[in-house]
């Protein structure tokens, strides 16, 4: 019954999505909003539970079994606690404020700017003219990267026009290529899903 409740209760919730989307009925949008709009909210809040208790544990055994690194996960375990308390015990003020302004956002910024380094990283091994397809890339990426500063048009007044038209057809052709795959694959994952032929959501078979 662990492995049959779940099977049903996604076959008959899929296609019940399924045909309340292709049926524009009163009812079918009733539907469609108590699901989303309210069962949605409830589903979130279980998760959120479930991930704050994955979080403590697995930081909490960290710091318990003196593994390398563990005074982050004591950091961190702190940091949430703290954070919580002041959530729940106070209204949002100035103090909140602070955490939010001088802590999170700050740490943010940190890590995607540390995200511009393996960028620039993968493009330079992306970028070296090995063979024909990445010799292309590289002259591409070098003509839309110059046509996007103003040096571009000054060493040529057309480039950014080039530019636009990169964007413009070869970029988007391949772009609804690649989303076009990627909507297919979303169709068949969802149906074997729906089918129970996809059960690694149950904890693999």
Do not use: C
Request: aromatic fraction near 16%; avoid cysteine; charged fraction near 15%.
């Amino acid at each position: 019954m662990r492995r049959t409740g779940p099977l049903v209760v996604a076959f008959i919730m899929g296609f019940a999505m399924i045909f309340q989307y292709f049926i524009p009925h009163p009812l079918s949008q009733k539907f469609y909003e108590i699901m989303v709009q309210q069962w949605l909210i409830i589903i979130s809040i279980f998760l959120y539970l479930f991930g704050l208790r994955s979080f403590t544990l697995y930081h909490y055994h960290k710091v318990r079994r003196k593994k390398e690194g563990w005074y982050f996960s004591l950091i961190a375990l702190l940091a949430a606690l703290i954070t919580v308390i002041i959530g729940f015990g106070t209204k949002r003020g100035p103090l909140f404020d602070r955490i939010y302004d001088y802590i999170l956002a700050p740490l943010q910024a940190t890590m995607f700017s540390l995200l511009a380094f393996f960028i620039a990283s993968a493009a330079y091994r992306a970028f070296r003219a090995r063979n024909l397809e990445a010799t292309l890339l590289l002259v591409t990426a070098t003509i839309v990267m110059l046509g996007r500063v103003p040096f571009g048009a000054f060493m040529w007044h057309k480039l950014p026009d080039v530019v636009e038209w990169i964007l413009k057809y070869p970029n988007m052709a391949a772009q609804r290529g690649i989303l076009i795959g990627v909507g297919l694959g979303m169709i068949a994952t969802s149906m074997k899903i729906i089918l129970g032929i996809e059960r690694s959501y149950l904890g693999g078979e």
